[in-house]
């Protein structure tokens, strides 16, 4: 009878030693390592896991740093603490302490308007971008409008000078269809681009006329409708109407067509 419980105690011391077995070959569980991007110093190895605690310190240290080196106004009539503000970000004691660069001539650093900046609390990186940008935009276009204002005074004398602004267009026309055929392209841009190099222009253009109809007189002994057409348009004609030449383009006219 006493053999079953001899056998039911072996099983059980069996049973027993398997688990032992079982329990010493499953590996213990590794705990986390510490990412690359986490500072030693807020990491927990015992833990495997982020010190909480060291970070929130970290932070508040950081805050009061910050609120040390940067002082903020506790209202409107701190003027104080905005000073200091100021100054921390980078805007000088005083306006003529700026040290501004300039791009041109024209825009030689202004007291006035360094003292407005500086109230306004603009920095010297500030007051410099101010004059950069003036130079970069505002230059280009005052150049641009006054070319464009001398270019219409210009206009305004010429139309005058040549009997209106419909007269004015059409020689022109003539100049520039004259300068094209006689003149290199320079030569006629540079001249054409003043009230008295139109006007050379057009003396060079009627000084070459006469030596034309002279030779077409020469060779065919009448003047052709082309060259009748631009001795109309001579001022010699409809300007100062000149007895002689008036009298040279009524023959033609006659000559070509007929009484």
Request: aromatic share 6%; charged share 30%; net charge negative.
């Amino acid at each position: 009878m006493k053999e079953p419980a001899v056998n039911s105690e072996n099983e059980e011391l069996s049973e027993v030693e398997r688990t032992a077995s079982a329990d010493e070959a499953t590996p213990a569980p590794t705990k986390p390592s510490r990412p690359a991007e986490i500072p030693e110093k807020f990491w927990d190895p015992e833990a495997g896991t982020v010190r909480v605690d060291a970070l929130l310190r970290s932070y508040l240290e950081l805050e009061r740093k910050l609120g040390r080196s940067l002082p903020q106004p506790e209202g409107p009539d701190d003027a104080a603490a905005r000073e200091r503000l100021l100054a921390a970000l980078g805007r000088p004691a005083r306006p003529e302490d700026y040290t501004i660069e300039t791009r041109s001539e024209l825009l030689a650093p202004d007291p006035d308007l360094n003292a407005r900046l500086h109230a306004a609390g603009f920095t010297q990186s500030q007051v410099q971008l101010v004059y950069d940008l003036a130079a970069e935009r505002l230059l280009p276009m005052v150049a641009r409008l006054s070319e464009e204002a001398e270019v219409s005074r210009q206009v305004e004398r010429l139309a005058t000078h040549f009997g209106g602004h419909d007269r004015w267009r059409e020689v022109a026309r003539e100049i520039k269809t004259w300068a094209r055929a006689n003149l290199e392209p320079e030569v006629y841009e540079a001249l054409a681009s003043s009230y008295q190099g139109v006007l050379a222009l057009h003396w060079m253009m009627r000084s070459s006329e006469p030596e034309l109809l002279g030779r077409a007189e020469d060779t065919s002994g009448q003047l052709d409708e082309q060259t009748l057409d631009r001795m109309v348009r001579d001022p010699r004609y409809w300007r100062d109407r000149d007895p002689n030449f008036i009298a040279r383009v009524t023959e033609g006219f006659k000559s070509l067509y007929g009484d």
